[in-house]
C-alpha cells in the first residue's frame, strides 16, 4: 500500500481533539514513518516493515519511553489505514515494556525555595516574564498539570472565584483541578496586569503561545539547580501522598487514566519516609 504525507493529515483530522502541541507529536513521528516506508517502498501494513522500523529507532539509541510513545502512534496511525482500506486488522507492534524506574520529586523545602525567590523577583522587578513564569510553574506544583495542559490554557479555562482550572489532558480527557492559594494569587496579579486575552494564556517573548520547550527553559533560567517542570508535577504527586492524601484522589487531581500509574508514587512517599526515620530516629542508623 502506497502512503503520502496526505495519509497524515487525514489521520489527524480524524483526531481533530488532539492537544496543538500532542498533534505536533503525531505529525513528526507519523511523517518519520511514512518517509521510512516510502524510502523502502514497502507496503505499511507489513509487520516486517513495522519490525525493521523500530529496530531502526532503537539502533539510533532512543530510549524506551519514547519507543513507547511512537508505537502507540504508529498504531493508531496503522489501525486507521487498515480500516479506510478495508484490511481485517493493523499488525501488531511489540516493542518491549515500559521501564519501571521511580520518578524523582523535588524535596518540597527546595520546591519552597525556588517559588518563593520567583514570587519575591517578580514583586521586586518590573520583568513581566518573572510574573509569568511564577503564573506557570505555581499551578504545575499546586495543580499538578502536565507541561502540554499548562501551554493550552485559555483565559476561560481558569476560574479564580471557584478555585479551579480546566484542563485538557491525554486523549482529549477534560478534568477540573483545583488551583492552590499561591497559584491563585500569582494567576489574579497577572491576568490583572492584562495579560491573557482571548488567545492561549501564557505566551513566550514572541508574543506566539507559549511551547513546552519555552517554559523548561524559563524554568531552567529561573532555577538554581537542575530541574524540569515533569518533576514539579512528580513532587505534586508525593507531596499529597506524603501528608496522607488517598490514592484514587491523586488519580483523579493527575489525570491517570488507570490508577496503577499513580501507585508507583507510593513507592516514592515510602522511600521518603524510610529516609526521615533513618535521619531522624535514634535507632534508624546503626551505632
Known amino acids: 500500500m502506497e502512503l503520502d504525507l496526505d495519509d ?3 489521520y489527524l483530522r480524524v483526531r481533530a481533539r ?11 513521528d507519523l511523517v518519520a514513518f511514512v ?13 516486517v516493515v513495522l519490525k525493521r522500523y523500530f529496530a531502526t529507532l532503537r539502533r539510533d539509541g532512543l530510549a524506551q519511553r519514547t519507543l513507547l510513545r511512537k508505537a502507540s502512534v504508529v498504531r493508531g496511525f496503522t489501525s486507521h489505514l487498515s480500516r479506510v482500506n478495508g484490511v481485517a486488522s493493523a499488525p501488531r507492534i511489540k516493542v518491549g515494556k515500559a521501564p519501571r524506574g521511580l520518578p524523582k520529586p523535588v524535596p518540597e523545602r527546595v520546591v519552597a525555595r525556588l517559588l518563593d525567590g520567583l514570587g519575591e523577583q517578580a514583586l521586586a522587578s518590573q520583568d513581566s516574564y518573572a510574573l509569568r513564569d511564577l503564573a506557570m510553574f505555581e499551578p504545575v506544583y499546586g495543580s499538578g498539570l502536565r507541561v502540554s495542559e499548562l501551554c493550552g490554557l ?3 479555562d481558569v476560574d479564580l472565584k471557584g478555585g479551579f482550572v480546566r484542563v485538557l489532558g491525554k486523549g482529549a480527557k477534560e478534568r477540573f483541578v483545583p ?3 499561591p497559584a491563585s494569587r500569582a494567576l489574579m496579579r497577572y491576568l490583572s496586569e492584562g495579560h491573557g486575552g482571548s488567545g492561549r494564556l501564557f505566551l513566550n517573548r514572541r508574543a506566539n503561545p507559549i511551547t513546552p520547550r519555552d517554559v523548561r527553559r524559563a524554568l531552567q533560567m529561573r532555577a538554581p539547580f537542575a530541574i524540569s517542570p515533569h518533576q514539579l508535577r512528580h513532587s505534586f504527586a508525593t507531596d499529597l501522598l506524603t501528608h496522607g492524601a488517598d490514592l484514587r484522589s491523586v488519580q483523579e487531581l493527575l489525570g491517570h487514566s488507570s ?3 499513580t501507585q508507583i508514587y507510593t513507592k516514592v512517599s515510602l ?9 531522624t530516629h535514634p535507632h534508624g542508623t546503626e551505632g
Do not use: C, G
Open 18 to 28: 488532539l492537544a496543538p502541541s500532542t498533534r505536533t507529536t503525531y505529525r513528526s
Open 179 to 181: 488551583i492552590s492559594a
Open 271 to 279: 522511600e521518603l519516609l524510610k529516609d526521615v526515620h533513618k535521619q
Open 35 to 47: 518517509n521510512f516506508v516510502r524510502a523502502a517502498e514497502l507496503d505499511a501494513l507489513d509487520p
Open 259 to 261: 490508577v496503577a500509574t
Open 154 to 156: 485559555v483565559r476561560a
Open 8 to 10: 497524515v493529515e487525514d
